[in-house]
């Protein structure tokens, strides 16, 4: 299991997946809007187990986004 972390401060803009979800590491899970700019989060492989974010939420760096299996 890994745990996806926010690389960056800012305002989670939206969530692209959901639990359950199979991703390939190229797929953009999360935007994250930091300094007025859309950064898409991407993260390993794998399935989706838990998502620790809400739309709106503000998240600091390092924060846990998801939990992926």
Sequence with gaps: MAELT???????????????????????????????MENPITGPAGTIKEIKVNVGDNVQKNDVLAIIE
């Design 6 to 36: 926010s690389p960056l401060t800012g305002k989670i803009l939206e969530i692209n997946v959901k639990v359950g979800d199979v991703v390939t590491e190229d797929d953009e899970l999360f935007i994250i809007e930091a300094m007025k």
